[in-house]
């Protein structure tokens, strides 16, 4: 049966709640194209009846509509994004199926609010909305609000391109908080974001879903029964849907993708058990092919080949729900086709089968974009409301319980305001449901307040910013306060926006997070890296050849980034950990697609990790996956390896061990002929550098450690024109506890002294003459008179002779003593120790020109 939304509505988004408090489900639709909101009225046959329209105004684009009570006043009301005026509006609902547009929330010039959530994300019993803002990659927060108006918006920048589309909201890491999760369609990735409890979130979790899969649509449930959220996206790009099982710390598995058949270009997915047996089914409106497809669980987490069923036309299913519309307890669906203008009803028979498609019109042009389920009329019966992207309405389908509906009833949500997304909760805590639309025509999230009939007050506006272009909306509560909040993707802000509810219908401003443009990780895996007992987190970072560790803090957060260089074109694809050298501390091993190799990170116990030896898997092998396991009963782990490039698999036995890892280069520079490296903090973060004398260009190269064996790009300091630095040595002499340099300047026939200011910078370099012609080629520091102050003693291969400069402590050197060592000696080295233990250091040297080494003991 179908109900039309209106000629070229084009609704985008529907949700579903008693609006006229009769007990029966009515629907609202955000009409995109026809700038207006349709509500329509459920009757007691389970068909609809009485609808309403309600104006979003002219090009206002409804794009996404949602129900709460935002106003506490135990109605429905109506929230809508106008994504091309960029708004987010809301209509309080009277609870007799009226609504009224009371509020309008700009969210910024070209911001085009998308999608919404709603949800308390403060724990102050007040629903707070989150609009993804399209326009200009940032997610938006309306919150701090009163009297359902917002008075602040708080934004977060998302990144570059990545155009999140979706997002939805629940407790991941079972803290009693809620957090987000969004699909960002332009970088192939999910994003979770952790609650804290107090509207704002914790440093944002990338998945990839693999390059070209164009994540459109995410929804949470508990897929595998184990008590803990996942995570479902569907993919349009790839036409699969992905699932990750979640940890319930808030890390979830890597994804396993499931196809919704060729060219089937699925834009939703819900959840329902559809045949009585305790595990959630899916069920994925697609568009491409004109069907709903359902995956039915089978075995925990895991689904049956896919099911499609498919009404007659090309209809363009865009959004499906879940709901029980006929009240024989088997759950049905309800599909938006928004090429078609209606909705479809296919009740269920409670074997994973659909035996009756009931169609309603969404009106002619209504372009219905969205949909959801509820009892908007309290009369026992569950109702769809659509959004209703090109009339720009939110459609409302009363229920009869019997699997028919009224006809549709219309709240407009603005003239051009494109409805695309459309929830519903009791955002004003009047024991009424309202509805919430994402409006991406204009930017902004529309409210409609429902009076508990089925009716619903005028939309009221929230403005989600600029261009925001805002694709999905989800509700929850963030902030732990009882009271619904709202989610919003911004796709075109690159942002999430956090609304936080009141409770009486009002908002804060929204808060922005930033899902900035990812490096592509590819692949997750997780492991206790530093023995904290805490679950961290490792990435295959595709795009800038690296992995990535995120340290966990016990509570479903983790700390700042980690990344660690897996090479020049690696392209890593896969990782993977173990305890590869049986020293009781996970390592991790990576799949270098791009140089045909596997490297294994050696674990230090500490979060830390040391780069070992790579491994060939063959030239084009291109190599994408491995797996770990003992094949041969040895007690060491083995790895095989997938290699489609070339057709096999690797086996790579583990065999012995060994103290050293293939080389590493670090380069210093062209023509740079480094002669001499020396260790020291040179920024203080107890981390040890690198410090080369680059002999060819006459400077000092200083390599800043990461931690793990690898080194930031070299930073380099003069050691004057043309002067040959031969040798390098490090210590504090000035007793500042940073660390100096010392350099001996061959060509210019001295030495350099850099003081070191602990942030790796260093002073201008100070010069001590060793002599006409005296070559320097070492140096060596140490206490020769015992008055704790360092001094430097220097091999002059030149001249043949001992140069002592005596410290005066504070990085200047003012007494010398010389020693000639004969004709020709040519001293190349230095070095100094006690030999015969009488308290004072005695000097030894390596004589090139006589082929001897020469003592020098201190006396006194």
Sequence with gaps: MFYSTGYDSAPVSIALAD?????????????????????????????????????????????????????????????????????????????????????????????????????????????????????????????????????????????????????????????????????????????????????????????????????????????????????????????????????????????????????????????????????????????????????????????????????????????????????????????????????????????????????????????????????????????????????????????????????????PTGIGSRPYSVAVADFNDDGRLDIVVINIGTNNIGFLYGYGNGSFATILIYQTGDNYFPTAVRIGDFNNDNRIDIAVVNTNANNIGILLGYGNGNFTKQVIYSTRHGTRPYWVAFGDFNNDYEIDMVTANHHDNSISIFLGQGNGSFGDVKTYPTGDGSMPMYVNVGDFNNDHKLDIIVVNYGTNQIVVHFGLGDGTFLWGDLYSTDIGSQPNTLAIGDFNKDGRLDIVVSNPGSDTIGLFLGYDSKPFANVKLGPTGDGSQPHSVAIGDFNNDDILDIAVANYGNSNVGIFLGLGNAFFDNMLIYSTGVDSGPYFVAVEDLNNDNHSDIVVANFKTDNIAILLGYGNATFAPAATYSTGDRSHPCAVTIADFDNDNILDIAIANSGTSTVLLLYGNGNGTFGNEESYQLGYDYRPYSIAVTDLNQDGFMDIVIACYGTDNVEILLKMC
């Design 19 to 411: 609006f006229n408090s009769d007990n029966r489900l009515d629907i609202v639709v955000a009409n995109s194209r026809t700038n207006n909101m349709w509500v329509l009225f459920g009757i007691d046959n389970g068909t609809f009846g009485r609808q309403r329209t309600y104006s979003t105004g002219s090009e206002s684009l409804p794009y996404f509509v949602a129900v709460a009570d935002f106003n506490h006043d135990n109605q429905l009301d109506i929230a809508m994004t106008y994504f091309r005026n960029d708004k987010v509006v809301i209509f309080f609902g009277h609870g007799n199926g009226d609504f009224e547009l009371v509020r309008t929330y700009f969210v910024g010039t070209g911001s085009h609010p998308y999608g919404f959530a709603i949800a308390d994300f403060n724990n102050d019993k007040q629903l707070e909305i989150v609009v993804t803002l399209w326009g200009n990659g940032y997610v938006a927060i309306l919150t701090e609000y009163y009297a359902a108006d917002f008075a602040k918006q708080i934004m977060y920048f998302m990144g570059y391109a990545p155009q999140s589309y979706s997002l939805a909201a629940g407790d991941f890491n079972r803290d009693n908080r809620s957090d987000i999760v969004i699909a960002n369609s332009g970088i192939n990735t999910i994003e979770i974001r952790i609650g804290l409890g107090n509207s704002t979130f914790d440093t944002q979790i990338m998945y990839s879903i693999s390059t070209g899969l164009f994540p459109r649509y995410v929804n949470t449930a508990d897929i595998d029964n184990d008590n803990n959220l996942d995570i479902v996206t569907v993919n349009s790009g790839s036409d699969s849907v992905s699932v990750n099982l979640g940890y319930g710390n808030g890390s979830f598995k890597v994804s396993t993708m499931y196809s919704t058949g060729a060219g089937s270009n699925p834009c939703s997915v819900v959840f329902g058990d559809l045949n009585n047996d305790n595990r959630l089914d899916l069920i994925i409106a697609n568009e491409g092919t004109d069907n709903i497809a359902v995956l039915v669980g089978y075995n925990y987490s895991t689904f049956h080949k896919q099911k499609a069923y498919k009404a007659i036309g090309n209809l363009g299913p865009r959004e499906a729900v879940v709901g029980d519309f006929n009240n024989d307890s088997y759950p049905d669906v309800a599909v938006v086709f928004y090429t078609t203008n209606n909705i479809g009803i296919f009740l269920g028979d409670g074997n994973g089968s659909f035996n009756v498609f009931l169609n309603y019109s969404t009106t002619i042009g209504s372009t219905p974009y969205s949909l959801v389920v509820d009892d908007i009329n309290k009369d026992g019966r569950l109702d769809v409301i659509v959004a209703n992207y090109g009339t720009d309405n939110v459609g409302i389908f009363l229920g009869y319980g019997n699997g028919n509906f009224a006809g549709m009833m219309t709240f």
